[in-house]
């Protein structure tokens, strides 16, 4: 049975973390799969936009912690592990689509992590978020301590972190995790309405905004307005713009909408 399971449909790709019986932790096998589908949906220019969800009503707990047990132990070995998830962390929160995460039940440790690396989380109202690491005597990994406290702040990154406690879909709401909850057996079905919408952007320019957006908190100003310029440039030329605009001047519908 995969591990992770990639169904394509009407333009979006929804990615199915798929170990219900081990609430869809994290092992070796998964990584690979997760690289592997993410770089299909990469691949595919067809493709809009990636969801990003657990079977079994759990999104993630995180890593597999039997088999970090079951693992000689060595500082180095631990640490070159990590390492080798680097490529999916960047190729997660550099894909030049918009991605959602559809989060119900646990979203613990690498699991909150992988959820932090969307766009968008759309939850239901029993999930439970926790940056578990700290109960095991770990450190965020996944991409956490960089996705973090670009979510919720430096102050509140550092709480969620220490004290290693659990949040509810509410609290997740009020810290901006959480765009919308909806209950479980609705939570796909909002999140591909929301998918959907992006289905008549331009997919240059959410590249593009979505490209500059996640490295504008390490530039200066003048960095960010020089990109901008760059990437006006090139939306400036794309058939999307041209027709749209065009659509203005005619007085039609926008190609764009978000009801």
């Given at each position: 049975m ?6 394509i ?5 929804t990615l ?5 019986e081990?609430?869809n932790?994290i092992d070796?096998e ?7 589908a993410?770089?299909?949906v ?14 079994g009503?759990d999104?993630c ?6 088999s ?7 500082a180095?070995?631990g ?5 080798a998830t680097?490529d999916l962390?960047t ?5 030049e689509?918009p991605?959602?995460?559809?989060v119900?039940?646990?979203a613990y440790g690498a699991?909150?992590n992988l959820a ?8 239901t ?9 700290g109960?095991v005597?770990l450190?965020p990994?996944?991409?956490g301590l ?14 969620l972190v220490f004290s290693a406690?659990?949040?509810?879909a509410?609290e997740?709401r009020?810290l901006?995790?959480v765009?919308?909850i909806?209950?479980a057996e609705?939570?796909?079905?909002a999140?591909?309405a ?7 952007a331009?997919?240059?320019a959410?590249?593009l905004a979505k490209n ?8 200066s100003l003048?960095?960010v ?5 760059l990437?006006?440039g090139i939306c400036?030329e794309t ?9 203005f001047?005619?007085?039609?519908p926008a190609l764009?909408?978000?009801t």
């Amino acid at each position: 049975m995969n591990t992770v399971v990639l169904e394509i449909r009407d333009g979006i790709a929804t990615l199915t973390l798929n170990r219900p019986e081990r609430k869809n932790a994290i092992d070796l096998e998964m990584r690979q799969e997760l690289r592997e589908a993410i770089a299909a949906v990469r691949q595919d220019a067809s493709l809009r936009c990636l969801i990003l969800t657990g079977a079994g009503g759990d999104f993630c707990a995180g890593g597999d912690i039997r088999s970090m047990a079951a693992r000689e132990p060595s500082a180095e070995g631990g640490r070159q592990r990590l390492r080798a998830t680097h490529d999916l962390v960047t190729a997660l929160l550099t894909l030049e689509k918009p991605v959602l995460a559809a989060v119900d039940g646990v979203a613990y440790g690498a699991g909150f992590n992988l959820a932090l690396a969307a766009d968008f989380i759309l939850a239901t109202p029993r999930v439970r978020f926790c940056q578990s690491f700290g109960r095991v005597g770990l450190v965020p990994d996944l991409g956490g301590l960089f996705t973090l406290p670009r979510w919720v702040g430096l102050p509140k990154a550092k709480e969620l972190v220490f004290s290693a406690r659990e949040i509810g879909a509410e609290e997740a709401r009020a810290l901006g995790i959480v765009s919308e909850i909806h209950p479980a057996e609705a939570l796909l079905p909002a999140v591909r309405a929301v998918a959907s919408r992006f289905l008549n952007a331009s997919p240059t320019a959410l590249a593009l905004a979505k490209n500059i957006l996640n490295t504008s908190h390490q530039q200066s100003l003048q960095s960010v307005l020089e990109a901008e310029a760059l990437a006006q440039g090139i939306c400036f030329e794309t058939d999307y713009h041209k027709q749209a605009v065009a659509r203005f001047l005619a007085k039609k519908p926008a190609l764009l909408t978000w009801t």
